[in-house]
C-alpha cells in the first residue's frame, strides 16, 4: 500500500474504480488526468483511468495483487481507436451512400438483438492464489469504452500496430504524475480470441508498482 502526497493545484481525484461503494480515500485520492510517458505528455481518457484503477488495487489490496479484465466485443483494435473522434468519422465514412433510415433502422435491430454493450468483468488474483480475492462487473466502463482504452496501453508501450489483435500480447511502460509525485512502473499481457461472426474475448491482466518521488 502506498501514502499519496496532494498537491491541488490543476488536479482533482477521480472516482473509485473497483470499489465505488466505498467512500473512504486515501488524501489526495485516486488517479490524475496527465502522465509523461516516454518523456511525452499525455492527456487523453485513458490515464484517469488506468492511473485509477492501479492506485486503488495498491491502496486496497497487497502489493502481488494483479487485475485481470475480461470482456467480448465486436471488431479488431485499430490505430482509430485512439482517437474516438477518428473512429466516429470512420463509421460514417462506412454510411456513405447508405439509406441513412436504413441503416438507423438496421442498428436498432442488432440493439434489441444483442442487447447494450457487455459489461467488463474484473478479477483480483493474488500470485500463488487460486481463488480470486474479488470478482465483479465494472461500471463502468462498458466493453465498447474498454477498447479505446486497451489502444493505449499498447501504444505506451510501443508494441507494433500490426501485433494488436494477436493471440498474446505482452508489454510494458512507464508513466511518472509530476504533480501528484506518483512514479508508475506497468506490465500488462493482452489475450486475444476469435469467438465468432466478429466477435473478440479479450482478457489483460494488468501489474505495476507505485512509487512516491520527492
Known sequence: ?????????????????????KENEPIGGFGCMRWRVNDEPVANTAVPFWSALLDEMRYEYADDTVAILNVS????????LLDPANALLREMEELDGKDFNRAFHEALTVLEITGPPLGVRLRLMRRGIAAPLLAKKLSPPDAETLSFLL??????????QEKWNDR???????????KQYRAYT?????????????????????????????
Do not use: C
Not at 1 to 15: A, E, G, R
Not at 168 to 176: K, L, M, N, P, Y
Open 1 to 21: 500500500m502506498f501514502q499519496i502526497k496532494l498537491v491541488t493545484d490543476n488536479w482533482q481525484p477521480m472516482s473509485r474504480i473497483i470499489h465505488p461503494e
Open 151 to 160: 489502444v493505449w496501453l499498447l501504444a505506451w508501450a510501443g508494441v507494433p
Open 73 to 80: 466485443s465486436d471488431g479488431l483494435l485499430h490505430p482509430d
Open 186 to 214: 506497468i506490465q500488462f499481457q493482452l489475450a486475444t480470441r476469435h469467438l465468432s461472426e466478429g466477435l473478440y474475448d479479450r482478457e489483460l491482466t494488468l501489474d505495476g508498482s507505485i512509487k512516491i518521488t520527492s
Open 168 to 178: 498474446i500480447v505482452s508489454g510494458s511502460f512507464t508513466a511518472t504524475d509530476p
